[in-house]
Each structure stands twice: as C-alpha cells, then as structure tokens.
C-alpha cells in the first residue's frame, strides 16, 4: 500500500500559505513604518512651524515694544527665547521649542530703527 498520494498537492499548498503569510506580514511592516515615518514628519513640521510662528512673534514685539519676552506662548504651543545680545539697535537672539520630543531652534539677528529688519535666520 501506498501512502504517498496527495504529497506534491499538500507541499504546494504549505509553501503557497507560507508565501502568502509572508507577503501580507511584509506589506504589513512596510504600512507600519510608512505611518510611523508619515507621524514623525508631520511633527517635525509641527515644530518648525511653531518656531517660526514665535519668532515672527518676538519681532513684533521688538517693533512695538523694544523687547522680548523670554518666554511667547501661543495657542499652539510655547516658545523659549534667548536673547544673546541687544546692544543699541541690534538684537542677536535665540527662539526655540520642544514639540512632542521634536526640538527645533533657531537664531536671529536682527536690527531696529524705524522698522525691524532681520539680518540673519539660522538654524541651530
């Protein structure tokens, strides 16, 4: 007696289930890290437009009043700011933020007579 029958037909369906699993187990971690990927971007941006939105802030302020605060809350989130020097007209100074383990900061300076010019804009 044989008991061979059907030997080729459940090895084809083994492997054809194996590769299936793999498949949907690959497309399954390449949906993870695109989502994951899609999340850190759309954070980073978060930050960086925070960031601007406080600088923006802190010259005018500047403008108006001479002066920066060391510290610009918005609705959005809060800023910190460094002022590293303000001798006569010109301001050097630091805005940074902390967005969800996203830090972005950047350095100004920038020059007040009648209106406020910004010299430089840097990423630090």
């Known amino acids: 007696m044989k008991y061979y029958k059907g030997?080729?037909?459940?090895?084809?369906?083994?492997?054809?289930?194996?590769?299936?699993?793999?498949?949907?187990?690959?497309t399954s971690l390449l949906s993870i890290n695109d989502l994951l990927s899609s999340d850190?971007?759309?954070?980073?941006?978060?930050?960086?437009?925070?960031?601007?939105a406080c600088i923006e802030d802190a010259?005018?302020?500047?403008?108006?009043?001479?002066?920066?605060?060391?510290?610009?809350v918005l609705p959005n989130g809060n800023c910190s700011v460094t002022i590293i020097s303000s001798t006569?007209?010109?301001?050097?100074?630091?805005?940074?933020?902390?967005?969800?383990?996203?830090?972005?900061s950047v350095r100004v300076k920038a020059t007040v007579g009648e209106y406020v010019s910004v010299n430089s804009w840097l990423d630090v």
């Open 88 to 104: 006569g007209g010109f301001w050097d100074f630091t805005v940074s933020t902390d967005q969800e383990g996203f830090y972005k």
């Open 59 to 72: 010259l005018l302020q500047l403008n108006n009043e001479n002066s920066i605060d060391s510290s610009i």
């Open 7 to 26: 030997y080729i037909a459940l090895s084809t369906v083994l492997i054809t289930l194996a590769l299936v699993i793999l498949i949907g187990v690959s």
């Open 40 to 52: 850190s971007g759309q954070k980073s941006n978060t930050a960086v437009n925070l960031v601007e």
